[in-house]
């Protein structure tokens, strides 16, 4: 399959602050210690996404969060800028109706793969379809972590959750697919362990006309523990060391099984599209 891919990474490392005194400005420090569990991947994306807004050459006040509900959706009430935190699914519509609004504003949501994908499938696809100028980082951890882990639609076949205690009988989706097919202009995959990479798709996803996609794989303890995986350390280490970046993959080769033996990361789609808003 043709994707029209144009690898975007620079490949030039850059070197990442360890602390995050570059960005205690952006962070609402009041409100730490944060309710993330320990080992969760929300805190790194956290300071990566505050890095890129503060590096994005857009003033902050430009800048606009939607998170809907959920874990993920507590990630925007740490950022000390313009955040909204919206019912469960409907972060994307109240995103587009922002940059309908006014266009000037550069418009991120952030959510689940359930708040994105389950209860807001409809609105991400659509959105999608119109090619509307937002940006999506969508958080997948395979399953529902606030509400004790449920299965989402990205929970791999096989895979033990509340809703699921012999194992998950449906087929996950496969994201950057979806997102391709339904006709984003930017569609990436990496983990929260690539920092590097990840902070350089966030600051490309800025820059792109039209709807951006960023998937990022993170672990949750609720998923690791109702399958035995270990701990979120465990799952931390296979989303580190098990990852190939292949930027030209075939999009249909990015399923991730229950197995987590094949995990393909990359920057897989930027192409123009018109925009429907914004
Ligand atoms: C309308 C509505 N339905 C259901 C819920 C319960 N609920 C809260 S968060 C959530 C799912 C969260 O999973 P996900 O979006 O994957 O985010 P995570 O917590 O894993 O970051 C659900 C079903 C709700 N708050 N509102
Ligand atoms: S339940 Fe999962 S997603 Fe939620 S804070 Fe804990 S580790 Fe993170």
Redesign the pocket.
């Known amino acids: 399959m043709s994707t029209e891919a144009e690898v975007t990474t620079t490949g030039v490392k850059v070197e990442l602050p360890k602390s995050y005194e570059d960005i205690k400005d952006l962070i609402r420090v009041d409100r730490l210690p944060h309710i993330?569990?320990p080992?969760?991947g929300?805190g790194i994306l956290l300071k990566l996404l505050a890095r890129a807004i503060k590096n994005s050459g857009i003033p902050i006040e430009k800048h606009v969060i939607v998170t809907g509900i959920g874990?993920t959706g507590r990630l925007g009430g740490y950022l000390k800028l313009d955040a909204y935190h919206v019912t469960h699914g409907r972060a994307i519509p109240f995103a587009v109706g922002l940059k309908m609004a006014n266009p000037e504003l550069e418009v991120t949501v952030v959510g689940g793969d359930g708040d994105i994908l389950a209860i807001g499938g409809n609105h991400f696809i659509h959105a999608a379809r119109r090619n509307d100028d937002i940006n999506v980082i969508i958080v997948n951890?395979f399953i529902y972590?606030?509400t004790g882990g449920q299965y989402s639609p990205t929970t791999p076949k096989g895979a033990k959750t509340t809703t699921s205690p012999y194992g998950h009988y449906e087929n996950p989706f496969n994201v950057p697919l979806l997102a391709y097919a339904a006709g984003a202009s930017y569609v990436t995959r990496w983990t929260v362990l690539h920092q590097n990479e990840l902070y350089q798709s966030l600051l490309e996803m800025f820059k792109v006309k039209g709807f951006a996609v960023v998937e990022v794989l993170s672990p949750?303890?609720?998923y690791t523990d109702r399958n035995a995986m270990g701990d979120?350390v465990d799952l931390m280490r296979v989303l580190k060391e098990r990852p190939v970046i292949d930027h030209r993959a075939n999009l249909a080769d990015l399923d991730i099984d229950f197995s987590m033996k094949k995990i393909i990361l990359g920057n897989f789609v930027k192409r123009e599209r018109p925009v429907s808003y914004g």
């Open positions: 993330w569990c080992g969760c929300l874990c951890n972590g606030m949750c303890i609720i979120a």
